[in-house]
């Protein structure tokens, strides 16, 4: 017989209660440039690694996502390059879809905003709740005009000079030489980068959504997880920064949002009275969800509403954590408001991937694109995996995460080479050397006992796949891999066979090692994708098929083998060929390229231009400073204060509220659990009405961007900085 065991513990019963259908949506990426590797970690990998996971379980998901293309952003940027928007957002709409589907990333549908339906989809959403009534109010307010080119102006569309610095090329928003936030109207001498005239401010009116009414039920969704007296789902089941941070936006109180601007670039508003005015992209963007999945169920024969409205499909919103606030908060809004829609069932939102130490940063070329990687990798074997692996294996999933060329070589090298390529490669050739290729028979009673540990470490697997914990996921995958190699190792059946190639242990051995290889060829499909198919060649099953992993696990409860006694398996084949070779160093060559442009920028860094040290002071001077440790609990803007953002820090043994000019370099929902330096002793000083108890210190860097100078997260509070 061929045996009778189970590689899997029965699933538990959150596997067997899923649902009819999902619908999972990612951030729509802004069509304005290409996509580095911290948005690939962030919305897009751990999405498709789950994805992949239901589809193997036979579920009925759709997967939408798109190009975000309004916005003044699109614009500037065609100015810029001396292009219409559309070329711009033709360009990076093409690149970035491209790259995604090269590297993996496995949409049912890849939209645009930009196109006729999402516009009708758009306006209808904006309709629906207009003649509703109760959700919208128009707002008369100031904004600068351009009368020659008959046309309100974005902030970024004024420039004058900085009245801080004197910079006479200073943006609406910000001065690009000294980092100041501006407003508009704090410009001197302000001028039309259209037409290079002095604007006029203008009044106009503007619709604004008024997310303050919904503050109420949101607040009990969030922390109960209840909405309409039903529960929805388990706020326990949500990751505690994503909680965190929609509790820190509600506890700051919700405002009305505008949804209108005057731009000429964006969905018209569609109402006789909003002439030259379009929706803010804020607004229209999550919409693309919608209309995405509309584009695919008309492509597809299938109903739209089935996922969007029905009570047996799940939403869920793959995204970074900066776009927790709108998935969570406005989007929720805007979907009740209008009535049938689901509110998402969970946002695993990631938090932010560094490169190498630092943030990504497109302008010092520090990081590294998708479109890059790909061309500078080409040459690199099994490219696409490297990449997904080791991005998959530092996932920032509750932390910000950092990316290391000498990482990604380990866990290749380490992991995917000597840990699961070895197990693969050991028993393929065995199988061939003592059996012929084929699947021997074997004792099922031994086959039993010596997978029992393989049976907990699969249902472990799937546990952390259904749980969003795809970076320990990969990690227990390699932990199954591991446990195969340590089985071969003390098992020894080249041992066995030159004593006695006849000895029934080899077979039992060989039987056990060729069943978990087979697991494995499914297991890994969610996270190299590209690796799975060479895998089912080398133990000769055909291409993997939706629902085979669901099938294997109740063939596997029953007893049944996912190879049986006599079934041809493939040849020996390389699955990875390791980066650090003795006998071939090209693919090495390819990483220390990549680290040799690093060095580059620091070495030219080093020799930049220093703003020049200030008098000396004395040592008394210093020590009247008392800098203490502290964590940001809350954020949130300023009213009336563009640049402005009010915190409250605590600082062991008392809360603080600090007014900090940062609001243009950090969004408040970013903030909260953030490790700061207070200058603790600092006067108090009213800015805008409100006691600012402090200073938190910064660092600015070249370009102006701030970083904050802190401790470790998990330093403490209220401790002195000498």
């Not at 996502?65 to 219409?84: L, P």
């Not at 943006?171 to 001028?191: A, H, K, M, V, Y």
């Not at 991005?391 to 999933?397: D, H, I, K, W």
């Not at 499914?522 to 992993?549: C, M, S, Y």
Request: glycine fraction near 8%; charge should be negative.
């Amino acid at each position: 017989m061929g045996g009778s065991f189970s590689l899997s513990s029965p699933p538990r019963k959150k596997t067997e209660n899923m649902s009819k259908r999902y619908l999972v949506t990612s951030a729509l990426p802004y069509a304005n440039g290409a996509l580095h590797l911290g948005h690939l970690a962030g919305a897009y990998l751990p999405a498709d690694i789950y994805v992949r996971y239901l589809r193997l379980m036979g579920k009925d998901v759709v997967w939408v996502c798109g190009s975000d293309e309004h916005g003044a952003a699109i614009t500037i940027r065609a100015k810029k390059e001396g292009v219409t928007p559309q070329a711009i957002i033709d360009k990076y709409h093409e690149l970035n879809k491209q790259t995604f589907k090269q590297l993996g990333i496995s949409f049912d549908y890849y939209h645009r905003t930009s196109a006729k339906l999402h516009h009708e989809t758009a306006q209808d959403f904006f309709l629906k709740l207009y003649e509703k009534g109760g959700e919208f109010e128009e707002r008369e307010q100031e904004q600068y005009y351009d009368p020659e080119f008959d046309q309100f102006l974005a902030d970024r569309y004024i420039v004058g000079t900085c009245p801080k610095c004197g910079h006479e090329e200073a943006f609406g928003d910000q001065c690009e030489n000294c980092g100041s936030d501006l407003s508009p109207t704090e410009l001197i001498n302000p001028r039309s980068t259209l037409s290079g005239n002095t604007p006029e401010l203008r009044k106009t009116t503007h619709w604004y959504f008024k997310l303050d009414q919904h503050e109420e039920w949101l607040r009990k969704w969030i922390s109960e997880g209840v909405v309409d007296g039903e529960q929805h789902h388990d706020p326990k089941d949500w990751k505690k920064h994503v909680v965190g941070q929609c509790l820190s936006w509600l506890d700051g109180g919700l405002q009305p949002r505008a949804i209108t601007r005057d731009l000429n670039w964006g969905i018209p508003v569609p109402l006789d009275k909003a002439a030259g005015k379009v929706l803010y992209v804020w607004f229209d963007a999550p919409i693309g969800y919608i209309s995405s999945t509309k584009q695919w169920a008309k492509e597809n024969g299938k109903d739209w509403e089935a996922y969007w409205k029905s009570e047996d499909s799940q939403l869920i919103h793959f995204i970074g954590k900066d776009n927790i606030v709108f998935h969570c908060i406005v989007f929720p809004a805007m979907l009740k408001a209008y009535g049938d829609y689901n509110l998402p069932i969970n946002v695993p939102a990631n938090q932010f991937l560094n490169f190498e130490g630092e943030k990504f940063s497109k302008s010092r070329g520090w990081g590294l694109e998708q479109h890059q990687y790909l061309e500078e990798f080409k040459d690199f074997p099994n490219k696409e995996d490297a990449l997904r692996y080791a991005l998959t294996r530092n996932m920032p999933e509750n932390r910000d995460a950092d990316f290391k060329w000498d990482e990604f070589i380990d866990f290749h090298d380490k992991e995917l080479a000597d840990n699961l390529g070895n197990l693969v490669n050991r028993v393929i050739v065995l199988s061939n050397k003592y059996f012929g290729g084929q699947v021997p028979e074997a004792q099922a009673s031994e086959v039993a006992e010596a997978l029992a540990p393989a049976r907990a470490i699969t249902s472990r697997i799937i546990e952390d796949l259904e749980g969003f914990s795809f970076r320990t996921a990969a990690s227990t995958l390699m932990e199954l891999s591991a446990w195969g190699n340590a089985y071969l190792q003390e098992a020894a059946p080249w041992a066995l066979y030159k004593e006695n190639p006849e000895d029934p242990k080899i077979k039992d051995i060989m039987y056990v090692g060729l069943q978990l290889v087979t697991l494995l060829s499914v297991l890994t499909a969610p996270f190299i994708p590209f690796t799975t198919p060479k895998l089912r060649r080398l133990v000769g099953l055909p291409e993997l098929q939706d629902g085979e992993l669901q099938e294997w696990l109740h063939k596997l409860e029953k007893g049944e083998a996912l190879l049986p006694a006599g079934h041809q398996i493939g040849k020996p084949e390389l699955l990875f060929a390791k980066i650090r070779d003795r006998k071939d160093d090209s693919r090495l060559q390819i990483v220390n390229r990549q680290k040799e442009k690093l060095q580059q920028i620091e070495q030219k860094e080093a020799t930049a231009e220093r703003e020049p040290l200030k008098p000396t002071i004395e040592f008394d001077d210093f020590t009247k400073l008392d800098l203490r440790t502290g964590t940001i609990k809350t954020a949130e803007k300023m009213p009336k204060a563009n640049k402005l953002l009010k915190l409250t820090v605590d600082m062991g043994n008392e809360t603080r509220t600090v007014v900090s000019g940062i609001a243009k370099h950090f969004k408040p929902e970013e903030l909260p659990g953030q490790a700061v330096v207070l200058v603790a002793n600092l006067a108090p000083r009213k800015l805008r009405g409100v006691a600012s108890q402090g200073m938190i210190l910064m660092a600015e860097d070249q370009e102006g961007k701030l970083q904050f100078v802190a401790p470790p997260n998990d330093f403490g509070n209220g401790f002195t900085v000498r």
